[in-house]
């Protein structure tokens, strides 16, 4: 009996093991399991962050669809000029010198005409700068072109500053290059090339760039800008006043072989020999049209030279019953000028019809200047100078 009770109580013992020892293996699986499973929740996760990141970021690098227009780059000089004509449409760029109202000491019109001009017209003092500044260019111009040539012309008194001087400058400097000095330099400039199949218009081009690099590096003068479109190539210059010919900036003109300041020059001399009247109105016109803006060459307006032309004319044709000035032809300078490119006409001279009596002041020439510049018609009419007539 006893034998049989602790048989049985060891094979329950052995029993109560085996289950103990079951119990400990199937928890261990158990937590296996779960450790797997949230490895794997975590490991999904993880990839599905990464790949929503990866899509993001690859949305934001693709450029969007084009929709048939074609998109312009914010810096290409298309768009730049679209801005610039938009910020000039609503600001306008205020000059380093604006024109003022002029004042006057003169109550009525015609003297303060006359006040004006004695401001305006070149003074002596004016002369002797000019010719400062020729021999000064003409020093530095004769270290390459040792035969060169300088003149100046001043159709102002450019003691006193005015608006748009550096527009439309009152001086111009001319150097005179005989063409086979440039040709030379030009072979020392570029060698190898052609320099015989250059027109005239490039060796002048050549020549005042040469210049104006001799006379902003060695001659202390300041560059402005170019102006190689119109008829002659010139470029604008700046005086500065450290270089002693003045207390304030001269703004000037310079070309090379240049002819129009000559005739202008030539013109105006000849204009105060015969009449001192269409000089004075030569000269009121030329700032009159300086102060309003309207002879800037570069915007498409009338040079000075053209308006110089049309005071003449006006003289010669625009007062009824009297002439101030006879036909260029007649005149003794510019004749001589006139006659080596246009010939001379058959027409009879015109000096007899001339009337220096009349007693015009300027004031009231100009006032008949303004109106005959409105009402004469241009479209079939055109302003010869050099006949001195009107067309029927």
Known sequence: MYNQTSQIASTLTADAGNIARQSNVWSYDVDLVNLLDISQVLIAIICAFYFSWSRFCQTAKTPQRSTGA??????????????????????????QVPVFGATFVSKDFESQVQELLSQVTPTP????????LAQHAQNVIREIFPNGEVVAFASSN?????????????????ASICPEEMVRQMQLQRPGQF???????KLQKSAVRTCTDLLTTKGGLKFRRTFFRGEEPKVTLLV????????????????????????SAALITECGQRELRAKALI????????????????????PPYAWTLLCI????VGIPGARLLPAVKDFKVAADLANK???????RSSNENVSPTNQMQVGELFQRFVIFTRDIDWSKEAASTRIGQRAP
């Open 158 to 174: 450019i003691v006193r500053g005015t608006a748009f001087g550096v527009a439309v400058p009152d001086v111009d400097l001319v």
């Open 313 to 316: 004319y006006f003289c010669q």
């Open 240 to 263: 500065p006043p450290n270089l002693g010919f003045s207390v304030q900036s001269i703004p000037l003109d310079f070309s090379v072989n240049s002819v129009l300041p000559l005739h």
């Open 341 to 347: 490119e246009l010939p001379s006409s058959g027409a």
């Open 125 to 132: 003092e004016s002369e002797v700068v000019v010719k400062s």
């Open 70 to 95: 074609k998109r312009v780059p914010s810096d290409s000089p298309k768009q730049l000029l679209r801005n610039h004509v938009k910020d000039s449409a609503e600001t306008r760029r205020i000059t």
């Open 283 to 302: 000269i009121f016109v030329r700032r009159w049209v300086k102060d309003r803006g309207i002879c800037q060459a570069s915007m498409g307006h009338m």
């Open 195 to 201: 320099v015989d199949k250059l027109c005239a218009r």
